[in-house]
Structure formats: C-alpha cells, structure tokens
C-alpha cells in the first residue's frame, strides 16, 4: 500500500508539527515550503505521492496550482486542502475541481488524521481499481475466444452488451468456455470492480439452493447458526452466473423469475424482501427449448433468462482457432512448470488440427499441459501427444462429405474416416477398448483388427493396461 504524502506549506512549524503528527501515523513524509518545491518533489518521485497535504495560499503559487499538476500527471493522488475561513469558497471550488476535501485552520489533529486516513482508503481503492483493470487488459481471453470468424461475432456481441442490464443465456457444449464468456462480460462492463460470482445449479443439492441463491435467516432451519446474505445480495452491484441453469430445480425456478422480474430478494425464514441490483448471466450446455417443451424448464423463466442469447461453437467448428489457442496454452503451461519450450513440429500441429476435441477448448488446455510436463526437449512432437491425437494427425485424404470432381480414393477416405471415428472412441471411453467398441457398434475383436489394421494398437494399448484379459475371452 502507498502511504506516501507530501505535505506543502510555508509555515515551517506548522510543517514540522505535521510531520511528527503523520510519521506517527505510520506514512512516508515529504515537506515541501512552497509551490516550487512541491512541483519538483511531485516531478521527481519514484511513484506518485498517495495523497497530498497543501496550503491553499503560498507565495510562489497556490494549493489550486498543485491540485492542476497533480491531475495533468494523471495520478491516483487524493489532494487535502488547508485553507483560512477567509478563502473558504476558494476551497470549496478546489473541491469541484477533484481535490479530495478541505480542512479549515486552525484545526484539531485528530480530524486531521482522520480525513488524511480516508483519502488514503480512496486511493487505495482508485490504485486497485487500476490494477483490476490492467489485469483485465493483460489477462484477455484469448483462450477463450481465438480469431476465427464465429468468435470475433462473438467478441462484437460482447462489447455491444456488456453495460446493458439485459440477462444473458450462453450456450454450447461442456469445455467450449461458457464460464469465460460470462467472465468476459463482466470484465467488459462497468460493473467489472464488483463482484462477479459463480454458482453450478447441478452441484448444489436442492435443499440448500435456496439458501444458497437467497441467503438465510439464524435459525431458519437446523444448523443455521447465523444469518446469510446469499449469492444475490453478496453481488449486489456486481453480476451472478448461473451455471447449469437447466439443472435448476422447478421450485427454485418460480423463485428465480420473481428475483429477475422485481429485482428483490427473500432469505429463508426472512419475512421482508432486499432490492439488488444484480446483472444475471446463465449458461447451460442442455438444449432449453426442448426441456421446455418436455416440462421439465419454465417456459416463462425462459424467455426472462433468453433476451440476450450467445451460443458458443465446439471447437471442431472453429479449427482455424487451433493453432492459435495451442501456442497461447503453451506459452501458459511453459510458464506455470518453468520450461522452455520453443513450439511445436509439424506434424504435431497437424495432430492437433485433424482431432475432433471432444472436450473441446478444456481438452486441448488439458493436452498441452500434459505435454508440457512430459516433454524432454524444446518442442513439442507428435510423440508427445497423447495417443488419441498422435494417430489422428491430418491424411492427405481427408474424409469426404461429397465427391470431388477430380474423384477421390474411396479406400484411404473410408480408412481416414475410421481412424477418427475409432480415435475419437478410444479418448470418449478413456482408452477403454470394450466400451470403444460399444460406441462404434462392433465387436471388440472386430475393434482390435481395426485397430491393427490401421496400425494403432500400440498406442492404444498404451493407455489401456489390464485389457488384454477383455481381448482373450471376447468372442
């Protein structure tokens, strides 16, 4: 924390008194006798004063030129003018113009330490307000969001509603980034120094939802001890994610649409209702419409929670976003384990881009800090890829979805097919060759000619050990 403050005025025993006074205080003084001084000090400091103490008048200058320096500078720095009864007015201009308060002379110390203590507490919150916002800027979400066409719609629709109050629904499949959009949103807003919680309906049993979302009252129910505000009242001026909402039991749902349509909230047990103001985002990997036709999601909650819909692409529709994202994650990863690893081979790369990524932008994070932490060299090879991926690097033939005009070699399009089909089996079921084969449909012997004749069952047998007693007594 800075407790840097200088002090300026021409009476050298009223500086020294304060000098005294402050240091006792426990902050860092600087006296300067006049503007001239003071302009210097301010000039020449390692790191801006946190606030400053000036005589309103002085003979080379005055507590209003100080204040103008110090706002040019663009400095979080909190100015206390010291002024007589006789130039009041002045001060209280000196207020309009940004300084933090005025102090009449003469003055009682103990209101001089307490406004010098508040303008400290004001500038320490400007200072971290500061640092939310640079780390806002040097964290972008580039893991998140990539460049490719339907993330940079994506980021446009972001910053076009990032200070309205509309709710907004975010959907897509598990480990597209839906936690990260909202996060996104919020960092984006003018909300982005409040609070901004999260909170997974589906992991939470629905006896304690409630009190969770709307807070309790002591001895609302056995065990509660002590009064809680709850997720609601917790974000009051800040947002709240609704993660999983179609998770949300149909009880808390009817509760959940009074909250967004009055803006009020009821503890259990409680008997009066607390305004917030809260901006609700929700994200849910289930397909809404369809569990409300099936009755199993309010259809008014619905339409409160659907004013604003993103729906986040898997990241096989967004391939171009691959490589890019790929270096980002590598660069994190090198930096958490203190590697230096230079990129990555050809063919890795090309791995990477023909995978289907199941688990999507999550899985290839969890890919690369795994090949991270096993590499031995200073790039990342295909042998450094789990199985699944180094056995799906990219055909010169790539499966078809119609037939060229120049033709095509049906056998090695069918032979890519089944490899990525097979691959994608084997990393659903965590290499576990019986439910694999399950999925595709076949037998598990017929699963391992398969994978013999593609020349991948020793990288699955790689990851599956103890299945061979499986292989022997299949039929």
């Not at 066409?149 to 309205?164: G, W």
């Not at 009055?262 to 917030?276: F, L, M, Q």
């Not at 033939?397 to 095509?408: E, I, K, W, Y």
Request: with cysteine.
């Amino acid at each position: 924390m800075n407790t840097r403050i200088l002090v300026v005025d021409d009476e050298p025993g009223l500086r020294n008194m304060l000098e005294v006074l402050l240091k006792r205080e426990g902050f860092e003084v600087t006296l300067a006798p006049g503007f001239g001084t003071a302009r210097d000090a301010i000039r020449n400091a390692p790191e801006p004063y946190g606030v400053i103490l000036s005589d309103l008048v002085m003979p080379d200058g005055s507590g209003l030129d100080i204040l103008t320096l110090t706002k040019a500078r663009g400095a979080q720095t909190e100015v206390i003018i010291m002024t007589a009864h006789s130039t009041l007015e002045t001060a209280v201009d000196a207020m309009r113009r940004g300084a933090y308060d005025f102090i009449t002379k003469p003055f009682a110390t103990a209101e001089l330490r307490a406004l010098v203590h508040k303008a400290f507490e004001k500038h320490a919150l400007l200072a971290e307000n500061e640092r939310l916002r640079a780390r806002v800027a040097r964290d972008s979400p580039r893991d998140l969001l990539g460049s490719s066409e339907p993330m940079r719609r994506i980021v446009d629709l972001i910053h076009r509603i990032a200070n309205s109050k509309s709710t907004v629904l975010i959907t897509g499949e598990s480990g597209t980034g839906k936690e990260r959009i909202a996060r996104t949103i919020h960092d984006a807003s003018d909300r982005a120094t409040k609070p901004f919680l999260v909170v997974n309906c589906g992991a939470i049993p629905e006896a304690l939802m409630e009190s969770e979302l709307f807070g309790h009252d002591k001895g609302a129910f056995t065990g509660a001890t002590a009064r809680t505000l709850g997720i609601f009242r917790e974000a009051d001026g800040g947002t709240v994610l609704l993660d999983e909402v179609g998770e949300l039991p149909t009880p808390l749902q009817v509760k959940l649409l009074r909250v967004l349509q009055e803006r009020k909230v009821r503890s259990v047990g409680g008997t009066a209702e607390s305004s917030v103001d809260v901006r609700v985002l929700a994200a849910t990997n289930r397909n809404v419409e369809e569990d409300v036709k099936a009755g199993k999601f309010r259809q008014d909650l619905y339409y409160r929670l659907n004013v604003i819909r993103i729906e986040v692409p898997p990241l096989r529709a967004r391939r171009g976003d691959i490589a890019e994202l790929a270096e980002f994650f590598l660069a994190r990863c090198c930096a958490e384990h203190n590697k230096q690893i230079r990129g990555f081979t050809p063919d890795a790369l090309r791995a990477l881009d023909a995978y289907a990524f199941p688990g999507n932008v999550r899985e290839l994070e969890n890919v690369l800090e795994r090949a991270v932490t096993l590499a031995s060299g200073q790039i990342i090879g295909l042998g450094d890829l789990p199985h699944e991926l180094s056995g799906a690097s990219a055909s010169p033939t790539p499966a078809l979805g119609s037939l060229p005009p120049d033709g095509c070699d049906l056998d090695a399009v069918l032979g890519e097919l089944e490899r990525r089909l097979i691959l994608q089996a084997l990393a659903r079921t965590g290499g576990v060759r019986t439910r694999a084969a399950k999925l595709l449909g076949v037998t598990l012997r017929s699963l391992r000619y398969r994978l013999e004749k593609l020349s991948l069952l020793d990288a699955a047998d790689a990851d599956v050990a103890g299945e061979e007693d499986d292989v022997k007594s299949s039929p």
